[in-house]
């Protein structure tokens, strides 16, 4: 399902192609984030607008909310959202680890507690599959242990088989529930754990391959250590890593890091910051073109009080349907909205940025058939 | 600038065509609020999908933030919002005398304390011209005393002979401005005070005529009242009302109040409640095509458990730009948007609304002359 294009000669970068159930998708490519069902304050209108062939929603938080038996009787995800794109799900398995409070990890999954109402729930991962198929899920992720750091080498080695044990039960469900799924052509990936030790992720790297999924992700990284750490991590297994397979950044990152990133091999891509830093009134622009440099882009900060009265465009360039709008208006007219608390300004705003991710991507993109990359 | 079209032969209905320096307006109209230079959760954009010529926003709030300087330079609000349609501005005498603690009324003015830091500021009848000629509205309105009910019938006259004074003074400033503004077309309505009492009403209309102002407002209705006497205050009053002159309900109405009020004789409204009760999860939708029957629209609460799982479209009648989008979207989606707390409910239910008021409108013109209303 992944057809590899053309690999740079400068470094790992890669181009490719992408078959899901929802349309084929030019690597290496990003994925806005619609974690309840809607990327904030954007409707599946907005995002076909913005011209993104894929994007990624949270199982765990759409098994609480709307919960499954409504996303069952809704036809799932696609048709709930009514997204006609391809839509991977994270597992959650991030989200629940993360829960404070009662967190109970054993052979069969983990037990732990609603973040809504503290109910009491417990997902195995043979569960994660099941609510990704009846999501209907194109890219389905596998159920991974997630190890609060710091822990000794013995805890994560542990951690790591148990993940690897989950990958195996994970798969064999997948397997088992295609032939009733709504979405039979959905794909499953494994993901790479191991923290910044390079031990352990060859290890985590090879147990997956065994097993053999139609992609792996990288999980555990952009998670707060230094970037350099993440390049040295995928530095050390790319060469242990399938050519032939999709591989999957998980969570990261910014601009110029998605572009290092993409050097040392990787070819997806999902990150908060465009729309969180959105939110906050912070937007991405290009500086030049001329990505393989890391000075390519800035971050302009419109609740600053010297944009009150900039009559620069959001936007002085034309590449997507949203442009018309965009054009429009102001980033004195930007930082007003953010001054009088107007969510239009969030919107705006995430409307800017991941435009700017999406343009960045086909940026790389061309770079690396040009070899420039 | 306003030419009277049909009179009703059953009511005081009528359509006409309101003039204005940024197009013609069909009347009865709704004006969509765009308090603070945006229409909450849309775009100028937006509005221009749902089809609205006009829209209203509010002097105070715009005094206030972004603030003379910046609307100046930003070449007023047309430009600042990029709105290519009319604006009515409403003179921000409600919400200055809404405002808590501080506030003391004297003949050159009011004094009072900005409901954001608490800074001391005043506002005589001109400077509120004045701001409005830097807003560069089509639609100006004079400054009023709202008076703070209950109140003695010798407050009231007092109120209103200040009003009418004020008016006056109003009236004198927006002659000797309109030379130099940037709007130089734009008009000035009066606005009609008197709460219930049908000999004040009189009183006040009359000493708005003989000032004389492009077109009268209706203020102090709809705050409250039963319904029945706002339409016994029109009615005793209309025999007084200029034909040739565009009148404006202030404030209101739910659907089936505009429809009454049109019947007598009212031609412009602005109202919160489809913008606000669409934030709270309310949707308005027609049940039958006769607005003169006071059944013909209902209200959805899509919160309520019941639309989980409903796959009922937001709409299914086509006749706006946003129908598109919004067609697409179900009743159990938007729930799910409100369970979940996306902003995107609020947007879907404020395009929803929006244009159930500005079909409505639509539906009172025709109405009127089929002769039905």
Known sequence: MFKLEKTSKQSQARTGELQTAHGSIQTPFFMPIATRGAVKTLSSFDIERLGSPILL????????????????RMGGLHAFMD????????????????????????????????????????????????????????????????????????????????????AKRSKEQFEKTRATAI???????????????IDLRKRSLEGLLKIG????????????EPFEDACH???????AMLKEKPRYFMGGAKPDEIVAYVK???????????????????????????????????????????????EERLITDQYSDVDE??????????????????VLGMRLATLVNLRFYLELMKRIRRSIEEGTL
Not at 59 to 68: A, D, K
Not at 327 to 338: A, E, I, K, M, P
Request: charged letters at 25%; proline letters at 4%; glycine letters at 10%.
């Open 83 to 166: 997204w006609k794109g391809a839509i991977l799900t994270d597992s959650g398995g991030f989200q629940i680890f993360s829960l404070e409070g009662l967190r109970k990890l054993s052979e069969s999954g983990v037990t732990f507690q609603s973040h809504i109402d503290g109910q009491k729930l417990s997902m195995s991962p043979e569960d994660c599959i099941d609510i990704q198929r009846t999501i209907g899920s194109d890219i389905c992720m596998v159920l991974d242990v997630c190890t609060k750091l710091p822990a000794t080498k013995e805890q994560l080695t542990e951690a790591l088989a148990l993940t690897e044990r989950w």
């Open 233 to 239: 991590v995928l530095e050390a297994i790319e060469p």
């Open 325 to 342: 709008e965009l054009s429009r208006y102001t980033l004195g007219y930007l930082r007003h909205l953010f001054t009088v608390h107007e």
């Open 213 to 224: 999924f139609d992609g792996y992700a990288f999980g555990g990284l952009s998670v707060g």
């Open 57 to 72: 929603s949270n199982t765990y938080h759409l098994w609480l909310r709307p919960g499954m038996e409504v996303m069952k």
């Open 264 to 310: 040392r091999g990787i070819d997806m891509f999902d990150c908060v910051l465009p729309t969180r830093n959105a939110r906050h009134g912070s937007v991405y622009r290009f500086v030049h073109d001329d990505v393989s440099k890391p000075d390519f882009f800035e971050v302009l900060h419109v609740t600053n009080e010297k944009y009150k009265d900039s």
């Open 183 to 197: 979405n039979p052509g959905a794909q499953l990936f494994g993901i790479v754990q191991g923290g910044t030790d």
